[in-house]
């Protein structure tokens, strides 16, 4: 009865929330604003769109859409010392972001902030590196560290034997101005580069924490996170596990639900599938998982509002992956204890974790 009402509660407040988090933002003066056309319009534009993602040589329904990782020597900031079940420190790391967009519309446009061309995260180290790591990937419009240490159990997977580290994704927290773009946002070309750029700069973070000794490089991610957690597992066959937690599946529902779309019902969903398909390109269902359903986890709140439970279902059917539920919502997460104990079993089960 207590848990019923506190999901009750929780799916309340992330209707009022959501509702504000996904307002859409005017464009500058002088600027086009995508969400003011017409139905016509806006079909017109997206099937311009999707036939250039189409044709494009660098898209197929592998990697290839996908930049390679680079090697990285990163810029590493002492942060302060840690004291646990060993010695540990905590560094802030910085590296270039050798990244150029796939859509030349846009390249001055999305390459025009210093700030997001920087990579950046916060690594929680033991002593000895040779040890399982987790990345965490943060919602949107979230990253700021001092918050994702709060969200997080970083202090409770460091004591079982992780190194962790905080990745930001683009356009966040470190990452952005008052003059950046949001990703995602209202332009799907910059959404797509948005989770192009992700995905590179996450590979390229993995591939500096194995040059340093990790024993393996595993990843979850909430909301936002949770889709580029699942994207990620599309691409990667080296993951050590993937964890989508309450994670978002489809930008075109998201948009949908959040009034969006114009006209008609039968227009509006015309508009969804429209957008769905220039989304294609960086879409998990787009793509083959290349991790085994047994090292996958999807997990879900019963009164989320914000990304409702069918996403999760949805890419855990696409996965084969198991899908647990906790209670609460998708910002008052009362339930995330039986979440992370749900998280423990599966590393356990992997053998990624130190005896206590």
Not at 215 to 234: I, K, P, Q
Request: neutral net charge; hydrophobic residues 40%.
């Amino acid at each position: 009865m207590i848990r019923n009402l506190l999901t009750s509660a929780a799916s309340t407040f992330d209707t009022a929330i959501g509702s504000t988090l996904l307002l859409r933002r005017r464009s500058r003066p002088g600027q086009p604003d995508p969400e003011a056309l017409g139905h016509d319009e806006r079909i017109a534009r997206l099937a311009e769109l999707r036939e250039m993602y189409d044709r494009s040589e660098h898209y197929s329904a592998d990697s290839s859409f996908f930049p390679p990782y680079r090697k990285i020597t990163p810029t590493i900031t002492p942060v302060r010392s840690i004291f646990g079940p060993g010695p540990g420190k905590v560094v802030d790391i910085t590296w270039p972001s050798d990244f150029d967009v796939v859509c030349d519309d846009i390249r001055d446009k999305y390459l025009a902030h210093p700030k997001n061309r920087s990579g950046a995260a916060r690594l929680f180290l033991h002593a000895n590196p040779s040890r399982p790591v987790v990345i965490l990937i943060h919602g949107y419009l979230c990253g700021q560290y001092p918050l994702e240490e709060r969200i997080w159990p970083v202090q409770w997977l460091f004591e079982r034997g992780l190194d962790v580290a905080l990745f930001v994704l683009p356009f966040h927290a470190v990452r952005t101005d008052d003059r950046s773009p949001r990703f995602p946002g209202s332009d799907p070309r910059l959404t797509n580069e948005g989770f192009r750029q992700a995905i590179h700069d996450i590979r390229t973070l993995s591939a500096y924490l194995r040059e340093r000794g990790a024993e393996s490089v595993g990843v979850m991610g909430m909301s936002l996170g949770g889709y580029t957690t699942s994207l990620l597992a599309t691409l990667d066959d080296d993951l050590a596990f993937a964890v989508p937690i309450i994670p978002l599946a489809s930008i075109p529902e998201i948009a949908r639900s959040a009034g969006r779309f114009v006209g008609s019902p039968e227009e509006q969903t015309l508009q969804c599938e429209a957008l769905d398909a220039v989304h294609r390109a960086v879409s998990p269902f787009a793509r083959t998982p290349r991790i085994d359903p047994d090292r996958m986890l999807v997990l879900a709140a019963l009164g989320d509002k914000i990304t409702p439970i069918e996403h999760a279902r949805k890419l855990a059917d696409h996965f084969g992956a198991s899908l647990e539920t906790f209670h609460g919502g998708h910002i008052l997460q009362f339930g995330r204890a039986d979440a992370f104990r749900s998280v423990g079993r599966l590393l356990g089960r992997l053998g990624l974790l130190s005896a206590r």
